[in-house]
């Protein structure tokens, strides 16, 4: 299951709507004009149209299969940290606290403070409240770190 805010759920139709319409069409036209110049066994621009097409065909298939089981979540407060939670962790030995959104996989940003359910992080504070200390395995290691606040 994938959890989406209803931003993240638009940007998604509307890439979605894009492959189907524009970028089928100029795949379409790419294979045309590669038939065109012949042999298609060493036809290069034949070959590189074929894998643009599955490439847009690939993620097509996975832009609908997100779709059809997305959970849209909205921003929200709640007394424990859940998908949509914003929570204010502090990194026991670290440079003081740090706010992180917990959103779906798809829409995980560390650089916006946007933080998958499924990360190390993210599944470790998922369920818990305000005050409690969490550990996880990183790649860099085992960290800790406690629940300053749940926005």
């Known amino acids: 299951m994938e959890y989406l805010s209803e931003e993240k759920l638009k940007a998604l139709e ?3 709507e894009m492959l189907r ?5 100029e795949i379409a036209e790419s294979l045309e004009f590669a038939k065109s110049l012949g042999d298609l066994s060493e036809n290069s621009e034949y070959i590189q149209a074929r894998e643009e097409q599955a490439s847009i065909e690939e993620r097509i298939a ?3 299969n997100i779709m059809k089981t997305a959970v849209v979540v909205a921003k929200h407060h709640s007394s424990v940290v859940e998908v949509g939670s914003t929570v204010v962790v ?10 992180y959104q917990i959103v779906g996989s798809e829409e995980a940003d560390m ?14 504070l998922f369920g818990k409240k305000k005050g409690e200390n969490v550990s996880f395995k990183s790649p860099k290691g ?9 926005e």
């Open 111 to 124: 650089s916006a403070g946007k933080i998958s359910n499924t990360s190390p992080l993210g599944a470790a």
């Open 21 to 25: 319409t524009v970028k089928r069409k």
């Open 14 to 16: 509307k890439e979605l």
């Open 62 to 64: 996975k832009l609908e």
């Open 90 to 99: 502090e990194k026991q030995g670290g440079k003081g606290p740090q706010k």
């Open 142 to 150: 085992m960290s800790s770190y406690t629940i300053v606040d749940i």
